[in-house]
């Protein structure tokens, strides 16, 4: 009697229960939408999916092709596509009402006037507001831009070092700290949405955009550029410090048959999944929101037109979910240049059915919104794809939180962003630093050396040292427009004593004189002459900014003026320190062997002067490690470590190599827990700092097998860490090596097979050591 009892009041007190809950867990989401009058998907407390699902069935088509379209910020300043002024309500009413476009971009350069952190937060919100006040729903707009090496496009803003450089740091939790204060900056201006980071791979030198690459190799490209994605994300996209990172360029834009942009790709199916895929398989995992799609073609197929990439490989294979975007004027391109598409509208149903979901105009919004809207009418594109398309886009408008907090403030942008984490990017620029030779340890100088000349182009030049997308698409080229920054002559006069006389001469003529054979020579004369009367001389050379296209090479060589600059000060007999700033390796191989130090800066950044310095006079000891071969002669290229068996690798400077001002020594690398083909093995060796001076050890464990059924490389970074030891200190470094990272793609040719690990004999190389194991 008494369990009948206990029974009827548990069935009565779960009838209750249910309920209660029952209407507030209806799909239609009903009891949400009762606890306000607005609609259910301005409700902050609805799931996101319920919120998209609501807001998706109250849209016309027209809207929802509107939010499949971005449009370049210029074009709501005037009628010429790079105006930069106030905003134009013609123009305004042309994208937001006539066209409902979703989202807006800042193209490199194109910046509000005057350009600050203030000024910027105004023009968000005054965009934000004009669109949300005319749209019938209220939808806000989601503003993307390139903030690649900080908040790069806003004087005021501290730039950081460029990826290529980074990469020579090998260190994740650096980079994740530089994408944090990068979305801290970026999201205090009212934008949303950063396209970055880079996750292609720096394959040929020739590519001019091979410095925002995190370098050649995928393993270590994959840590690099997941852990940017972290540090963009943050915990939580609504955070205010926080935006949605971009993996770009999906997939194989980095590797051009002739090296150079936007033109053709011929790679082999295996050798896109074992180098190429990687690196956004890692963003991916570490959930990146959005991919931005390879402008070029990949074995004669335009990238934005492959729906096996877009769709099979990046949705099905790679489990990608959020927004795909096109990159700038893609979609037409498939008309005007690849020549796949008949027509724009061809173009449009091409690219839209293939997976991307957002188009990069940028400029002629009323062409893509009224081309889509008649293929959907048409049923060349069905509105499945659309309200799939278009559900994802408010599911990151949504995520970032944007219904609820649309606005900022342009007080605290200026708080925020003027002059911050200037000694982050000091740290950065100062890990970046990596230095190829000193014969005679002539490095680290004195600080109380009595005379040096600074000579060379890039020794007082903010510009140079701060590279491609830096305020302006190609760089900082206006000079009422310079970043805040500390030039390499700053920092060299900043960091010797006060007896120290440090005198610069440019050593080369203006770029307007530079091929006036006459002027040349005046100025080497000059510089020659100033060495002469010096007890050291400092050279700063390199490249002047690029970006894209305008950054392709076909030789990789210093600029005539600046080879003979070199030339002629290392027959003085002086010891010549030459310091390279500069986006990729240079051909120096003959000015290395005349030289007695070099030492590579990269694009350092604000910070650069600083840092330069401290590594020349020894406040810091050098610890970067070339993250990209360096070749003799450009006919090697491309080059790169880890090639297949039967491939000469003769560098000027080998992958991973870099020099320090101590001495490391390693022993007893050891191999335990051998493994099975789903186990993992422990590898752990010792190193101790044998030298005199404490310093940074970039310790790195490579891989190869013996023998295998298909052709791999000869070795491959399977780890890596970055530690410090003070002189005589020993430690330890462990390496967990999964079974899974040694796996490869078997089969012939079409390289379609599933990865597999195979049975055999595996070497593992950590410094100078090598041990063997096997797999059963």
């Known amino acids: 009697m008494n369990g009948e009892i206990k029974f009827v009041k548990f069935f009565i007190m779960a009838f209750l229960l249910l309920s209660l809950i029952l209407p507030y867990v209806k799909q239609d989401g009903a009891a949400y939408a009762k606890k306000s009058d607005k609609p259910l998907y301005l409700n902050p407390e609805a799931p996101i999916e319920q919120r998209v699902k609501d807001l998706l069935q109250r849209m016309t088509l027209e809207e929802k092709v509107g939010q499949m379209t971005q449009i370049n910020v ?41 350009n600050n952190p203030e000024e910027w937060a105004k023009l968000t919100n005054d965009i934000q507001k004009y669109a949300m006040e005319h749209s019938r729903l209220h939808i806000p707009i989601i503003y993307g831009v390139d903030a690649v090496h900080g908040h790069n496009n806003v004087l005021g803003a501290t730039i950081f070092p460029h990826n290529i ?7 994740p939790e650096l980079v994740e700290k530089l994408s944090a204060s990068t979305a801290k900056s970026v999201r205090a201006t009212g934008i949303h949405w950063n396209f970055a980071p880079v996750a292609d791979i720096g394959r040929d030198i020739r590519w001019g955009r091979f410095y925002e690459t995190f370098g050649e190799d995928p393993y270590l490209a994959s840590k690099l550029s997941a852990a940017a994605v972290k540090g963009l994300q943050g915990k939580k996209l609504s955070d205010q410090e926080s935006v949605a990172a971009t993996g770009k360029h999906f997939v194989g834009y980095s590797q051009p048959l002739n090296g150079q942009d936007r033109s053709p790709a011929d790679i082999s199916l295996r050798t896109l999944r074992e180098i190429f895929y990687p690196s ?71 690219s839209i059915n293939a997976g991307v979901d957002m188009s990069m105009v ?9 081309n889509l809207i008649e293929l959907v009418k048409e049923g060349k594109i069905s509105m499945k794809r659309i309200n799939q398309a278009v559900s994802r886009i408010l599911t990151l408008k949504f995520e970032l939180g944007l219904f609820e907090n649309p606005y900022v403030d342009p007080k605290k942008a200026a708080e925020i962003i003027n002059d911050s984490d200037r000694q982050l990017a000091l740290q950065a620029a100062r890990e970046t630093m990596t230095l190829l030779k000193n014969e005679g340890n002539v490095l680290p100088l004195k600080k109380d050396v009595k005379s040096i000349l600074v000579t ?12 491609g997308w830096t305020i302006g698409w190609q760089g900082a080229t206006n000079p009422n427009e310079l970043p805040p920054a500390v030039t390499i002559l700053e920092g060299i006069k900043g960091a010797v004593s006060n007896n120290t006389a ?30 002469l009367q010096s007890d050291v001389v400092i050279a700063v050379v390199g490249e002047k900014p690029y970006a894209e296209g305008e ?16 030339q002629a000060l290392n027959e003085t007999g002086k010891d010549v320190i030459l310091v390279l700033v500069a986006g990729r390796p240079l051909m120096i191989t003959d000015l290395v062997e005349s030289t007695p130090a070099v030492l590579m800066a990269y694009l350092p950044g604000t910070e650069g002067g600083n840092a330069v310095a401290d590594v020349l006079f020894g406040n810091y000891n050098p610890s970067g490690k070339l993250a990209s071969t360096w070749p003799k002669s450009i006919g090697q290229v491309p080059i790169f470590y880890n090639h297949k068996p039967g491939t000469k690798y003769e560098p000027l400077f080998p992958f991973g190599y870099g020099l320090s001002y101590t001495t490391y020594e390693y022993k007893n690398l050891q191999v335990t827990n051998i493994i099975s083909k789903k186990g993992e093995a422990k590898v752990s060796v010792d190193v101790t700092n044998t030298g005199k001076v404490a310093g940074d050890e ?74 063997t194991f096997k797999i059963e």
């Not at 066209?99 to 807006?104: K, Q």
């Not at 950054?551 to 070199?566: D, V």
């Open 502 to 531: 440090v005198k610069y001469v440019p050593g080369v003529p203006d770029e307007k004189d530079e091929k006036d054979p006459s002027k040349v020579k005046a100025a080497i004369d000059e510089a020659v002459k100033a060495a």
């Open 165 to 171: 450089g980074l990469a020579n740091a090998w260190d």
């Open 551 to 566: 950054g392709n090479t076909e030789t990789a060589e210093l600029p005539a003026a600046q080879r003979q600059l070199i």
């Open 362 to 370: 940028p400029h002629d919004a009323d062409n893509f919104t009224k």
């Open 456 to 467: 060379g182009p890039s020794a007082d030049n903010v510009a140079n040292q701060m590279g």
């Open 280 to 350: 956004f398989q890692a963003q991916i995992e570490s959930g990146v929101k959005t991919i931005m799609i390879n402008s070029g073609s990949i074995n004669g197929i335009p990238v934005h037109a492959s729906k096996y990439l877009l769709t099979d490989v990046l949705r099905k294979e790679m489990g990608f979910k959020g927004v795909v975007v096109s990159d700038w004027e893609d979609i037409m391109k498939l008309h005007t240049v690849h020549k796949v598409a008949p027509s724009y509208k061809d173009a449009i149903r091409m």
């Open 74 to 114: 210029t074009r709501l300043m005037g009628t010429n596509e790079w105006d930069r002024g106030p905003l134009n309500p013609e123009w305004m009413k042309k994208i937001f009402v006539d066209n409902h476009v979703g989202s807006i971009l800042s193209g490199g350069g194109a910046a509000p006037v005057p």
């Open 698 to 771: 970039i310790v790195q464990l490579y891989v190869n097998q013996e023998y295998r059924s298909v052709l791999t490389p000869v070795k491959q970074l399977a780890g890596f860490k970055r530690i410090h030891l003070n002189p005589g200190e020993t430690k330890t470094v462990t390496f967990n090596l999964p079974a899974s990272q040694l796996a490869i793609i078997p089969g012939d040719i079409i390289g379609t097979e599933r990865p597999v690990v195979e049975s055999g004999t595996y070497k593992v190389m950590v410094g100078n050591l090598t041990k």
